[in-house]
């Protein structure tokens, strides 16, 4: 509609009087921390390609194109580190390609767990295993989470092994990036400030992630305000 105005093709942008509705944000469904245990238990049977992408994505609470963007010089294994510096995005017209990230912000640096990379490891010698059978026809790429043939995933790839999985299973299937809530929300109710986990998740500010965790952010204040009532409690008794 600007286009149009700015060529003197209409006289006003109609749009500018319309009235955004408003209305409570839904939250977002979230694994609980049982079920995130019986997840990744279930994970020691599945193929290790995809128990490594669901370790990370619950770890690490990365998104689904930060995932599958990830390279091997992205890992330090002795540091424990993981650099999130680009996506993998697809689009029917340009295929698989590499593309930015989605805020500065979201270039970041994230301290993992050692049994994330005990899995990561296991990966790569799969991958070398899986190199060494496909010879020429293999792909040469520096990606972490690729095909038999070493070509990228597509990014409905781990989306629909995980919607079998969970029906093989039995296990509740809310999607990938319910994985990122999940992390999110385990750190918050860790206690972990408001600006770690923003920068953890690689919001581009506090105020996102104090919006999208809003509920989230009451809950754990709530139970902290009952951990200090409780210990007053004890002391006066």
């Given at each position: 509609?600007?286009?149009?105005v700015?060529f003197?093709?209409?006289?006003a942008?109609p ?12 939250e ?5 921390i049982?079920?995130?245990?019986t ?23 990365l998104r689904l ?12 294994f002795e ?6 510096q680009?996506?993998?995005q697809?689009l029917?017209d340009r295929?698989?390609?590499?593309d ?6 979201s ?14 490891k296991k990966l ?25 043939l070493g ?9 629909h092994?995980?919607?079998g ?19 999110a929300s385990l ?12 920068a953890?998740?690689g919001?581009?500010?506090?105020t ?6 809003a ?13 200090v009532?409780?210990l ?6």
């Amino acid at each position: 509609m600007e286009y149009a105005v700015r060529f003197d093709l209409i006289p006003a942008n109609p749009c500018r009087r319309v009235v955004a509705p408003t209305g409570t944000k839904k939250e977002h469904e979230c694994y609980t921390i049982q079920e995130a245990q019986t997840f990744l238990d279930s994970l020691e049977s599945a193929p290790i390609k995809y128990k490594a992408f669901f370790v990370l994505a619950t770890y690490g609470g990365l998104r689904l194109g930060e995932l599958l963007g990830l390279e091997w010089p992205d890992i330090d294994f002795e540091a424990h580190t993981v650099r999130v510096q680009r996506t993998s995005q697809y689009l029917p017209d340009r295929g698989t390609f590499t593309d930015g990230t989605k805020t500065e912000k979201s270039r970041r640096t994230l301290k993992l767990p050692a049994e994330v990379f005990s899995v990561l490891k296991k990966l790569r010698a799969d991958q070398a295993q899986q190199r060494l059978q496909a010879g020429d026809l293999w792909e040469p790429s520096e990606r972490l989470f690729v095909g038999e043939l070493g070509k990228p995933l597509h990014p409905n790839t781990p989306y629909h092994w995980l919607r079998g999985w969970c029906e093989q299973t039995g296990q509740r299937f809310l999607g990938i990036h319910a994985f990122r809530h999940l992390n999110a929300s385990l750190l918050i109710n860790s206690g972990v400030d408001v600006r770690t986990v923003s920068a953890s998740l690689g919001h581009s500010n506090t105020t996102t992630t104090l919006n999208v965790y809003a509920h989230t952010f009451e809950e754990a204040q709530a139970k902290a305000s009952e951990a200090v009532a409780d210990l007053l409690r004890r002391k006066a008794e």
